[in-house]
């Protein structure tokens, strides 16, 4: 007997079939999914599935070191500002709660999870490349499904079905987003602002913000979404050097420092050490 968790009924009926983009349906034990046409997709043992046409190779996304340092990171609970403000970003409107969520680029699911966790009523999606992050997803929360697929390719989610897409630190597809999100739907992005980690910046080696990125962000973005407001959250964070580690080693910085480089800056560190967290949460709605 399969001990897999059951998938979310209504969460799978978001995905289409990477192949012909039909509906998707569970295969007898959660064992897959199956498209009317015969294309199936099994389930890995650790409860996610893989949505890429054949021959398609998604990017690396993050190895598995980086992901067990997001985990530990994240576990802690160091990001939590950064996840409430998300959430905060998603229920910021009138009317009805959203019930349909796609995390792009959401590695361990663990912002999906919170945000979930306020929404009793809703389902979820987490997309990432990384099959290390997406093997974790797939536990992250009971009304999520974790998939793996190329945010930068056709995204295997049914035409205006989703009330919100989140991004964090994660790659925008502009036209896909457009096309998933239903008409009144929600784009919610977190990029770093300019002050972002600035006091490792220099000791650690690390890579700055680009000072020019919000228009970039703009830029991949319109002209298939367009702006509808945008807030920022900032605190400092009093940091030990294991954390700092685990902060450097689950990001972008990773891929160009060395560990043994890393943990010779990190040790010149006080301990602990007051690291500023600052972010900018945009909301974007689709521009037809």
């Not at 685990?246 to 007051?274: C, K, Y």
Request: net charge neutral.
């Amino acid at each position: 007997m399969s001990t897999r968790r059951p998938w979310p009924a209504r969460a799978l009926a978001l995905l289409a079939c990477p192949v012909c983009g039909a509906a998707l349906d569970a295969a007898p034990g959660d064992a897959g999914l199956r498209c009317p046409t015969g294309h199936a997709f099994d389930r890995a043992r650790q409860g996610q599935v893989t949505l890429l046409p054949p021959g398609h190779v998604a990017p690396s996304g993050d190895s598995a070191a980086m992901v067990a340092d997001r985990v530990l990171f994240l576990g802690a609970g160091h990001y939590a500002g950064i996840t409430r403000a998300l959430g905060d970003a998603v229920l910021a409107e009138d009317g009805d709660p959203p019930g349909t969520l796609l995390d792009l680029g959401g590695g361990t699911g663990h912002h999906l999870a919170a945000v979930l966790d306020r929404l009793p009523d809703a389902v979820g999606l987490v997309l990432d490349s990384s099959r290390y992050a997406a093997r974790r997803a797939a536990g992250a929360h009971p009304r999520a499904v974790s998939v793996v697929a190329d945010a930068w390719a056709r995204l295997p989610v049914r035409d205006g079905t989703l009330d919100r897409v989140l991004v964090v630190f994660a790659p925008r597809n502009g036209p896909e987003i457009a096309r998933v999100l239903r008409p009144g739907g929600r784009l919610v992005v977190v990029t770093p602002a300019a002050d972002h980690l600035a006091e490792l910046i220099a000791p650690l080696g690390l890579l700055q913000v680009d000072p020019d990125k919000a228009r970039r962000l703009a830029a991949t973005l319109e002209p298939h979404l367009r702006p509808a407001s945008a807030t920022g959250h900032r605190e400092r964070l009093l940091l030990d050097r294991a954390a700092i580690t685990t902060l450097v080693g689950m990001g972008p910085h990773a891929r160009h420092l060395s560990p043994q480089a890393l943990a010779a800056a990190v040790a010149g560190l006080p301990e602990p050490t007051a690291v500023t967290v600052s972010v900018d949460v945009t909301s974007w709605t689709p521009a037809g």
